[in-house]
């Protein structure tokens, strides 16, 4: 559980938009996040480093890509094991300060694909942007969570969050109890989720099979995977 000893948390982040998609990349970012998906994914990685992955609308953007275009979540999980791992260490340091942990996590650049974005190409249409959108994988992988998330969400982003105080949120300067351990553990969850993937087919839970996004949620915060969950997620109930 969250301790939120001190009060200068960020504020709240803003209910979702009424009418407005969980989902709105524009055809000159799914080319970017495409370009991304099928470059060289040690070249993505490195330039992802300074600002500690995408942003919460590119990441959900490049699962979705990924789901679309390869029916996996393999490079998104890979990329997010490399940020938790490094997130969890730093956390868990001997002797490292609540200030040098938010020094640490805190980004030194835009996320690559927002820097690379050039305004002028945002307009128009595209069949990879609206099927990046439409997200129907997304959805098929999110069905299964639809109850369960509040669990590993956010107390400070999410009504009701039993999860990890998120990174946006420990900036902001709430402290998390055993953040260390607590992002271990969340990478173990991610882990066994890539294992999955692979020869070995670790098996997995219901909460192994979430890990992925909760990983970008604890990244970005969850204003963004809120949305996508509650987005659909309360037709699917009534
Ligand atoms: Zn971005
Ligand atoms: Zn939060």
Known sequence: ?????????LPQPAQPAAGG????????EAELLRAGLAGDWIELLIALWPSWAFCPRHALGFASLELELQDRLFSTSIYYQHFVEAAAEIAAARFR??????????PRAGCVICER??????????VLAEQVNRRRRLDERLEEARTSWRERACPLCVQDGEGIVCRPHVLGGTKQDELG????????RLRRFIGSMCAQKTETDPLDRFSWLETIAWFGGWEHPQRLLLERGDADEH
């Not at 351990?181 to 173990?188: M, N, S």
């Open 117 to 126: 974005l050039d305004a002028g190409k945002a307009a128009g249409l595209s």
């Open 1 to 9: 559980m969250a301790t939120a000893t001190d009060t200068r948390v």
């Open 21 to 28: 998609a969980a989902l709105d990349i524009a055809p000159a």
């Open 97 to 106: 300060t609540w200030r040098g942990i938010r020094y640490c996590l805190t």
């Open 181 to 188: 351990p607590q992002l271990a553990a969340l990478q173990q």
